[in-house]
């Protein structure tokens, strides 16, 4: 079946976004935490954009939230429009060769960089102030530790030492046979809608709600189409319905809402905000996104199609160049530039890196983590 290219152009935004929040992170702190303890304007604009829909350039969570919804929309499309078991065996047996080629090159690429101290991201917080950028890569590397946390570490226990964006692989994992259990014994059932709502009660306020959602967005594309049509098709709805979707994505996830915009939507009831509110705006944003002719012309442009299909290898790798690479030749920068064309031009750089390196490992990795996948299915059929 073939891909639906919009939303790979989507989930390269979203790669890119989360590429830039760590960038923001580790040199802006205060465009992510709103302390006016570390900022580097002076007009306090830091601080400001980290509590106003500004932040939604930079909303990493909701970026993973996309992720996830979209994955619980890609694994359950297929089955919805050919109802055939053996399309959830074929996806259950080949997940996790897919995600563990890629995840193990990423972690071998910390521990090569670890064992010639190539990191620079401790260096690198002290000139920016963010403490998080330091908290990284502080323990002797140990070979069969980083083998352990590739193959079980990152997937059923989420520890992720050597790459700190492994944090979601086990969601990512867990959360794809979450959608798998619910098509097999739900998939083929008149009265699956029962289901889906116990689910959402069960799972709500985790990420793992995202993946229900979009399985239940796969589910109302395939069978009630001119339902969602019905109240999708006005312009000004799916305007609506876009512009409230964005805005629950750019709720801060890293510091208070009071004094902000957001602050009537803190609910004591509420244990993580952030979560459900991305999970909730990430749904409204691939839904109009469905429905939306002009949204898919925009998302199926060429460089975001290219985006698209780097985007796993972007997402894996771009955290370990950050604290090698860029933490580098930023540290070699500031001391004759300001701080400021120091950050941008190590940025430039990086995503130079950031895009050839992923390039080279979606061609010669994660493209053969797919073929892979493939022959261990063989083995099974």
Same mark, same amino acid.
């Given at each position: 079946?073939?891909?639906?290219?919009?939303?790979?152009?989507?989930?390269?935004?979203?790669?890119?976004?989360?590429?830039?929040?760590?960038?923001?992170?580790?040199?802006?702190?205060? *465009?992510?935490?709103?302390?006016?303890?570390?900022?580097?304007?002076?007009?306090?604009?830091?601080?400001?954009?980290?509590?106003?829909?500004?932040?939604?350039?930079?909303?990493?969570?909701?970026?993973?939230?996309?992720?996830?919804?979209?994955?619980?929309?890609? $694994?359950?499309?297929?089955?919805?429009?050919?109802?055939?078991?053996?399309?959830?065996?074929?996806?259950?047996?080949?997940?996790?060769?897919?995600?563990?080629?890629?995840?193990?090159?990423?972690?071998?690429?910390?521990?090569?960089?670890?064992?010639?101290? *190539?990191?620079?991201?401790?260096?690198?917080?002290?000139?920016?102030?963010?403490?998080? *950028?330091?908290?990284?890569?502080?323990?002797?590397?140990?070979?069969?530790?980083?083998?352990?946390?590739?193959?079980?570490?990152?997937?059923?226990?989420?520890?992720?030492?050597?790459?700190?964006?492994?944090?979601?692989?086990?969601?990512?994992?867990?959360?794809?046979?979450?959608?798998?259990?619910?098509?097999?014994?739900?998939?083929?059932?008149?009265?699956?809608?029962?289901?889906?709502?116990?689910?959402?009660?069960?799972?709500?306020?985790?990420?793992?709600?995202?993946?229900?959602?979009?399985?239940?967005?796969?589910?109302?594309?395939?069978?009630?189409?001119?339902?969602?049509?019905?109240?999708?098709?006005?312009?000004?709805?799916?305007?609506?319905? $876009?512009?409230?979707?964005?805005?629950?994505?750019?709720?801060?996830?890293?510091?208070?809402?009071?004094?902000?915009?957001?602050?009537?939507?803190?609910?004591?009831?509420?244990?993580?905000?952030?979560?459900?509110?991305?999970?909730?705006?990430?749904?409204?944003?691939?839904?109009?996104?469905?429905?939306?002719?002009?949204?898919?012309?925009?998302?199926?442009?060429?460089?975001?199609?290219?985006?698209?299909?780097?985007?796993?290898?972007?997402?894996?790798?771009?955290?370990?160049?950050?604290?090698?690479?860029?933490?580098?030749?930023?540290?070699?920068?500031?001391?004759?530039?300001?701080?400021?064309?120091?950050?941008?031009?190590?940025?430039?750089?990086?995503?130079?890196?950031?895009?050839?390196?992923?390039?080279?490992?979606?061609?010669?990795?994660?493209?053969?983590?797919?073929?892979?996948?493939?022959?261990?299915?063989?083995?099974?059929?």
């Amino acid at each position: 079946m073939r891909k639906i290219q919009y939303l790979d152009g989507l989930r390269g935004l979203a790669a890119f976004v989360v590429v830039f929040h760590h960038f923001v992170y580790a040199f802006y702190p205060a *465009l992510f935490l709103g302390s006016n303890t570390r900022t580097h304007l002076k007009m306090g604009e830091e601080v400001f954009a980290s509590g106003s829909i500004l932040n939604l350039l930079y909303s990493g969570n909701f970026a993973v939230c996309i992720f996830f919804v979209m994955s619980g929309f890609v $694994l359950s499309h297929k089955f919805f429009l050919q109802k055939d078991h053996a399309i959830i065996k074929e996806s259950a047996i080949k997940r996790y060769v897919r995600l563990v080629v890629p995840v193990a090159f990423s972690v071998f690429c910390a521990y090569i960089l670890m064992k010639f101290s *190539l990191f620079y991201n401790q260096q690198a917080a002290l000139v920016s102030g963010s403490n998080w *950028l330091g908290e990284f890569w502080r323990f002797n590397p140990n070979f069969l530790d980083a083998v352990r946390q590739t193959f079980v570490g990152a997937f059923f226990s989420s520890v992720f030492d050597y790459n700190v964006t492994l944090w979601s692989i086990a969601y990512e994992f867990i959360g794809s046979f979450i959608v798998f259990g619910f098509l097999a014994f739900f998939g083929k059932i008149e009265k699956r809608y029962w289901a889906y709502a116990i689910a959402i009660i069960f799972l709500f306020q985790t990420y793992y709600l995202a993946f229900i959602l979009g399985m239940l967005l796969s589910d109302l594309m395939a069978h009630q189409k001119l339902f969602i049509r019905k109240y999708d098709k006005n312009k000004l709805i799916r305007t609506a319905l $876009l512009l409230f979707g964005l805005f629950l994505g750019s709720y801060p996830s890293g510091r208070g809402v009071d004094g902000t915009m957001y602050a009537f939507m803190e609910k004591s009831y509420l244990a993580n905000s952030a979560v459900l509110y991305h999970v909730i705006g990430a749904f409204f944003v691939i839904l109009v996104l469905l429905e939306s002719r002009k949204m898919q012309r925009i998302f199926s442009l060429k460089y975001l199609i290219f985006l698209g299909e780097i985007s796993f290898a972007m997402y894996l790798l771009h955290f370990i160049i950050l604290g090698s690479f860029s933490s580098f030749v930023f540290l070699k920068l500031v001391q004759h530039l300001p701080y400021a064309a120091a950050f941008l031009i190590a940025f430039a750089l990086s995503i130079a890196l950031i895009f050839l390196v992923s390039y080279l490992v979606y061609v010669y990795v994660d493209k053969r983590a797919v073929h892979l996948s493939k022959l261990v299915y063989g083995l099974f059929k």
